[in-house]
C-alpha cells in the first residue's frame, strides 16, 4: 500500500490533502523518517526472498523492479535512517548467502569482519569521526544524545517504577541535562527519546527495561540457533531475521511508532516460534517454503485445529487490561477535544482537570485562557 500511495504521491496526484510541512513522501507513517524506516524494512525482506533458488524468474524481476523504486522513495523522503537501515539490510542478506554458498568458513568469517569493519565507520561518523561524516552526520544525532540521557535520567530518578509509559514529555524539562539548555536549547520540548529502549526504560524503569531487554536476547538466541542448525539458505529464516534486525536498528534512533513496533514484535515473535518450529527433525529448511511436511506434525498438536481454552482466556484477560488502562487518557482527550471545539470556558476548564492530567494540554489552556 504504501509502495503505491509513494508513487502516487510523487507524481503529484496526492489524493488526501495533508498538512503535509515537511515537503516529502510520508506515506500513511504522517512523518518522513517513519516511511523511510518502513520501506527499508519491506526493502531488505524482498532482498532476502530474491535469494531463494526455486523463485520464477518472472518473480526475481518484479522483486528487483520493487527494490530499485523503493529505494527511490527512501531516497525522496530525504531521511538517511532509510538508506543506512537498507544498507544493513542488503548486508545481512549477503552474510546469509555467502554463508550458503561457501562450505568454507573462512568466507562468511571474512564477509562478516568486513562488514563490521564498515558499520564501525558509519557509527563513527555517526559520531563525526572519521571518513564518512559528511555522508551520515547530522545534527539531529546530537539532539537524540541529550533526549537519550533525559531519558536515562528518568528511568534512574525511579529505578522500580520509571515515570509512567508516555510520561517522557512531562518529565523533560525536569530531567534534562544542564548541557541541553544550550543544544537544543532551552525552549525545545519532546515527548520521546528517540530510542524505544530508553522509552521503555524511562516509563517503566528497570524491571521493564530487564524484560524488553530479555525478550530481545531471546529472539537473538533463536536467530543464532537456526542458523547454526542450518547450513542452507533459508528464505523465510533471512526475511524474518533482516526485518527484525532493520526494525532494531531504526528503532536505536527513533520513537517508539506503532506502525512500526507492530512489526517488530511480529517479527520478533515469529523468529521464536520458528526456532521451536524447526526443532522438529521433519520440518522442511532450506530451499523449500518453511513448512512442515504432513508427517511432521507432532503428535500432541490439537488436531481439530481448535485454539486451547488457556490460550483464550490470556488472550482476553491481556485485552480487557489494556483497555482499563488505555481508556483513560482516550476518555480524557476526547474531552479536551470536545470542550475546545465547544468554545466554552467551563468546558475547557473542567476538561482540563479530567484525570489523567497531560501538560501539553496545560499549556495549551494557558494560552487560551491567558
Not at 2 to 27: A, E, H, R, S
Not at 88 to 102: A, N
Not at 130 to 153: M, Q
Amino acid at each position: 500500500v504504501n509502495f503505491f500511495y509513494n508513487l502516487i504521491v510523487l507524481f503529484g496526484k496526492d489524493p488526501i490533502p495533508w498538512n503535509n510541512t515537511y515537503g516529502t513522501i510520508l506515506g500513511t507513517f504522517g512523518n518522513p523518517n517513519f516511511i523511510s524506516a518502513f520501506m527499508s524494512i519491506f526493502i531488505s525482506m524482498t532482498a532476502a526472498i530474491l535469494f531463494q533458488s526455486r523463485l520464477d524468474l518472472k518473480f526475481r524481476f518484479l522483486g528487483v523492479v520493487l527494490i530499485l523504486v523503493s529505494l527511490y522513495e527512501v531516497k525522496r523522503s530525504f531521511s538517511l535512517q532509510g538508506l543506512i537501515a537498507s544498507a544493513l539490510g542488503f548486508t545481512i542478506v549477503g552474510y546469509f548467502v555467502v554463508r550458503s554458498k561457501f562450505e568454507n568458513k573462512w568466507f562468511s568469517r571474512t564477509y562478516l569482519l568486513a562488514a563490521l569493519l564498515g558499520g564501525m565507520l558509519v557509527i563513527a561518523g555517526m559520531l563525526q569521526k572519521g571518513p564518512l561524516v559528511n555522508l551520515v552526520y547530522k545534527r539531529t544525532i546530537s539532539l537524540r544524545g541529550e533526549y537519550w540521557h533525559a531519558g536515562w535520567n528518568m528511568g534512574t530518578s525511579r529505578p522500580f517504577s520509571g515515570l509512567g509509559m508516555d510520561s517522557y514529555g512531562l518529565w523533560y524539562r525536569r530531567l534534562r541535562n544542564q548541557s541541553a539548555l544550550i543544544n537544543p536549547g532551552p525552549d525545545t520540548i519532546t515527548n520521546s527519546a528517540h530510542n524505544v529502549f530508553m522509552d521503555i526504560f524511562s516509563g517503566g524503569g528497570f524491571p521493564l527495561f530487564v524484560i524488553y531487554l530479555l525478550i530481545s536476547a531471546l529472539v537473538i538466541q533463536s536467530v543464532i540457533k537456526i542458523a547454526k542448525r542450518n547450513q542452507s539458505y533459508d528464505a523465510v529464516f533471512v526475511a524474518l531475521t533482516v526485518g527484525w534486525i532493520c526494525y532494531q536498528a531504526q528503532s536505536l534512533i527513533s520513537i517508539n511508532q506503532i506502525g512500526l513496533a507492530v512489526w517488530g514484535w511480529l517479527f520478533g515473535g515469529a523468529l521464536i516460534a520458528y526456532e521451536i518450529s524447526s526443532r522438529n527433525p521433519n520440518f522442511y529448511i532450506g530451499e523449500a517454503q518453511g513448512v512442515k511436511k504432513s508427517k511432521g506434525i507432532r503428535k500432541s498438536q490439537n488436531s481439530s485445529g481448535e485454539t486451547p481454552a488457556g490460550v483464550t482466556l490470556i488472550a482476553f484477560i491481556g485485552f480487557v487490561v489494556g483497555i482499563v488502562v488505555a481508556s483513560p487518557p482516550a476518555i480524557s482527550d476526547a474531552k479536551w477535544r470536545s470542550a475546545l471545539s465547544s468554545g466554552n470556558i467551563d468546558k475547557i476548564q473542567t476538561a482540563l482537570g479530567s484525570w489523567p492530567k497531560d501538560s501539553s494540554r496545560l499549556a495549551q489552556a494557558t494560552g487560551i485562557l491567558s
